[in-house]
Nanobody, 122 residues
Framework: VQLQASGGGSVQAGDSLRLSCKVS????????MGWFRQAPGKEREFVAV????????HYADSVKGRFTISRDNANNTIYLQMNSLKPEDTAVYYC????????????????WGQGTQVTVSS
């Protein structure tokens, strides 16, 4: 199983980025998916999650209204569209998968990607 995150980079505050997580070795349509992030010296935290069909999504308060999670089961990929980026969004972003009609949390996710760095300067 491999979760390959990409799309990170260094941007200015107010810019946008779109992260992708390409999944292989599992059937994406059987997994709840999510994005998490970890800043230096901090614990990994929840950003956004999406259920199997994409009908339900949930966001951390800090990104609500700015970030959008989506999934394309046919192409085994999930996305995180990040708009109006702020310096406090700077972190390594990870995608995660949890089997079943649920959403992943840090303590129970079955699989993790390798992370992609997002750096936002003011």
């Amino acid at each position: 199983v491999q979760l390959q995150a990409s799309g990170g980079g260094s941007v200015q505050a107010g810019d946008s980025l779109r992260l992708s997580c390409k999944v292989s070795g599992l059937t994406l349509s059987k997994y709840g998916m999510g994005w998490f992030r970890q800043a230096p010296g901090k614990e990994r935290e929840f950003v956004a999650v999406i259920t199997i069909t994409g009908q339900m999504t949930h966001y951390a308060d800090s990104v609500k209204g700015r970030f959008t999670i989506s999934r394309d089961n046919a192409n085994n990929t999930i996305y995180l569209q990040m708009n109006s980026l702020k310096p406090e969004d700077t972190a390594v972003y990870y995608c995660a998968a949890e089997f079943g009609n649920t959403v992943p949390v840090v303590s129970t996710a079955d699989y993790w990607g390798q992370g992609t760095q997002v750096t936002v300067s003011s």
